[in-house]
C-alpha cells in the first residue's frame, strides 16, 4: 500500500517557489556552511525563505545559525521557529540530539514523517541541507519533493570530484535539475573543476577560498555574512 | 535464520592479529587518507598488513593508492591483489565503480559478502576504511568483525568533532575499544580536540598540520609516506 504520507508531502510542499537541494559528493566540503549561508542570503534581501536540515550523518547548520532554544511548535503539524530570518527545521528536533543512530529504514522514516509534518509558509526558498552522497535517503528525497533542484558543492580535491560525477550522473540520468556546481575551500589555482563541470553540461556557479575565518564564525549568522564566503554565496544566490 | 555467512566471516578474519577500523564522526576530514597511510607504513616495517576499503559512500583508496588494473582472484573465494606491499581490497570491485548507489539493504549485503568471500592471509594488521559516522554499515561492521578496533579522524573544526563526540559515546556504550583520535588537517595552535578526547577518557594519538602537498601525492604512495603526514602516521603506527 503506497504511504499516505508522500501525497501529504508535495501538498505540504506545493506553496513553496523553488527548493534547492545543497547537496555533495562526499561530506567535509562545506555543504552546511553553503547551504546556510544561501539560506541567509536569501533572507537578508528579502525573500521569504526555509532552511531544512536533512543531513542526518551530521546535522550542523543549528551550530552554524547559533540555534539555542527555538523550538518548533506544534499545531496540527509542526510549525519551524523563525531563527535569524528564516524558517528553520532539522532532524535534530526528531533525534534531539542524542548519540543512538537511526538505522536505514528509521531514518527513511523520520525523513518522511519530518517532511509530511512541518508547515511552511509561503516561500520562496527553501534549501534543503541534504546528506551527502547518494545513499538512500537522497533517493527518497528525489522521489517525494517535487521540483527540487540541486546545487551540488565540492572542494578542488579529485578525490572529492570523483564522487561529485558520480553524484551528477545519478541525477542527469534521473532527469533531475542541477542548478550548478560550487568550488569551496580552494586554495590554489586551476581550472580543473570548473572545466570537468563543463563537460557535464553544467553550470560551475563559482569559487569560493580557503577562509580560516569561518571557523570563528560559527554559531554567529552575521559575522558568516561578512566572510569572503558570504560575499561570494551572495553573488551566487543572486546568479539563481 | 541467522545469515550463516556471519559466522564464516568470524573464520575469515580468525588468523589476523588485529583489526584497525579507522573511522570518523563526518566524512572530509582525512579519514580514508589516514588510513591508506597507516597501513602503508605496517608494511614498510615489515608487518604483514592489509587494506579493506568499506566506505561505500565514497571509496578512494584505490586513487590513494594508485590502484591501475589489479583485481582479486577468484579461488574458493576472493583472494585480494597485492598492491603496494599490502594486500588490497575495496568496494570498488563489488560495485564496479558504476554511479548507481546501492539501497540500504544492498548496501549492507554488499559489505557482508565481501567480508565473507574474501580470503586474507595471516595479517598483523588489517586496516579498516570504515564508512563515516555512524550509520547501518558502521553497525553492521560492529556486530560482524570480532575485535573490531576504532581509531577515529578528525579536523580542528569544533563541526566535525560534535560528529566525533557522538561515534565514541557510541563506542564507549557498545564496549568496542577506541586506540585513540588523530586531529587532522590543523592549521591554527589549540588543544582544543586534544583537552576534549581526554575528557572521554580516549588517547589523543597526535596531530597533524595541513599539508598542500597532499593532493599531489594521490596515486603516489612513495611520496605519500614521504610527506609531513605520512611522517606523523609512521609515528602513530609505532604507538598502536
Redesign the interface.
Known amino acids: 500500500m503506497a504511504d499516505p504520507r508522500t501525497s501529504i508531502i508535495s501538498e505540504r510542499l506545493r506553496r513553496i517557489r523553488r527548493i534547492i537541494a545543497v547537496s555533495s559528493?562526499?561530506?567535509?566540503?562545506g555543504k552546511?556552511l553553503v547551504a546556510t549561508t544561501l539560506a541567509l542570503n536569501f533572507a537578508k534581501k528579502g525573500c521569504k525563505a526555509g532552511l531544512f536540515d536533512l543531513d542526518f550523518?551530521?546535522p550542523?547548520t543549528h551550530?552554524?545559525l547559533g540555534v539555542t532554544d527555538e523550538q518548533p511548535r506544534e499545531e496540527k503539524g509542526l510549525i519551524p521557529p523563525i531563527v535569524q530570518g528564516l524558517e528553520y527545521m532539522s532532524l535534530i528536533y526528531y533525534s534531539s540530539g542524542q548519540?543512538?543512530?537511526l538505522?536505514?529504514?528509521d531514518?527513511?522514516n523520520a525523513l518522511i514523517e519530518l517532511l509530511a509534518v512541518t508547515l511552511w509558509n509561503d516561500l520562496d526558498f527553501l534549501v534543503l541541507d541534504m546528506p551527502?552522497?547518494?545513499?538512500?535517503a537522497?533517493?527518497d528525497l528525489i522521489r517525494l519533493v517535487p521540483r527540487i533542484e540541486f546545487l551540488v558543492v565540492t572542494?578542488?580535491?579529485?578525490?572529492?570530484f570523483?564522487?561529485v560525477?558520480?553524484l551528477v550522473?545519478?541525477l542527469q540520468?534521473l532527469k533531475v535539475p542541477v542548478v550548478g556546481v560550487v568550488e569551496n575551500m580552494k586554495?590554489?589555482e586551476s581550472r580543473n573543476v570548473q572545466r570537468q563541470t563543463e563537460a557535464f553540461g553544467i553550470k560551475f556557479l563559482g569559487e569560493i577560498p580557503y577562509d580560516?575565518e569561518i571557523?570563528g564564525s560559527?554559531g554567529k549568522p552575521d559575522k558568516l555574512l561578512g566572510t569572503v564566503l558570504g560575499k561570494k554565496i551572495k553573488e551566487i544566490s543572486q546568479s539563481l
Not at 551527502?132 to 538512500?136: A, L, R
Open positions: 559528493g562526499k561530506g567535509g566540503v552546511s550523518t551530521s550542523s551550530l552554524l548519540a543512538a543512530p538505522r536505514g529504514a531514518t527513511s551527502p552522497g547518494i545513499g538512500d537522497v533517493l572542494t578542488s580535491s579529485q578525490l572529492a570523483e564522487t560525477k558520480k550522473s545519478l540520468e586554495m590554489t580560516p571557523e560559527i
